[in-house]
């Protein structure tokens, strides 16, 4: 099986690493009161955007100040290494397909991304980045299981007939997919388990 999976806040625990200084940003430098919108219903993976009332500008600002926090100082969600490692022991190919992205703005982000892999030993067969339709990639690469907190592009990606996983967090929790046909999945367990009964189903 080919199995995409994304980065930030499916593999990496993300919005986490980086939610006390958005906080502190929107204070401090917006000049709002750190309160919070549309907590639990963002269908995008651009939570940070979603949650406050920033402009372009202000956003932009946040994330040249704190993208490389973002993506070197996460951790991993738990058991994520440890399933994706038996994931790849089974033979199933990794591709990882994010949309992080390289510019003139944000000009280093591949090589510390692969070193975050590196460090705590997440393997993959294919890191694809700067992709912002994935369900496009998820074609183009014959994913057969795509891995996303975003709903946005897991409904995209489940139209094109792949299967996908929702991965849920503190930001997606209160949509209710299913009534689309989309999966939850709640932990790294879950989806170890989750694979294994597709697997079955397949024999």
Not at 51 to 73: D, G, H, P, V
Not at 110 to 135: G, H, M, S
Request: proline share 2%; aromatic share 10%.
């Amino acid at each position: 099986m080919k199995i995409g999976i994304d980065i930030d806040d499916t593999i990496a625990n993300s919005f986490e690493t980086v939610f006390a200084d958005s906080q502190k940003f929107d204070i401090e430098v917006v000049g709002n009161n750190g309160a919070l919108r549309n907590m639990g219903k963002a269908q995008d993976h651009h939570y940070i955007e979603t949650i406050y009332n920033w402009s372009e500008q202000q956003a932009e600002q946040f994330w040249i100040t704190y993208l490389m926090k973002y993506i070197t100082k996460s951790q991993p969600k738990e058991d994520a290494p440890s399933v994706i490692q038996k994931l790849k022991e089974q033979g199933h190919k990794i591709y990882i397909i994010t949309s992080r992205y390289e510019n003139e703005i944000y000009p280093n982000v591949i090589n510390p991304t692969k070193e975050w892999f590196t460090k705590n030993k997440i393997p993959y067969d294919e890191l694809v980045i700067n992709v912002q339709e994935k369900a496009k990639a998820c074609k183009e690469h014959d994913i057969d299981l795509f891995i996303d907190d975003s709903i946005t592009h897991c409904r995209n990606i489940q139209k094109e007939g792949i299967k996908t996983l929702v991965y849920t967090t503190s930001m997606n929790q209160a949509i209710e997919v299913e009534k689309e046909g989309l999966t939850r999945a709640y932990s790294w367990t879950q989806i170890y388990y989750i694979i294994q009964k597709m697997l079955q189903k397949n024999i």
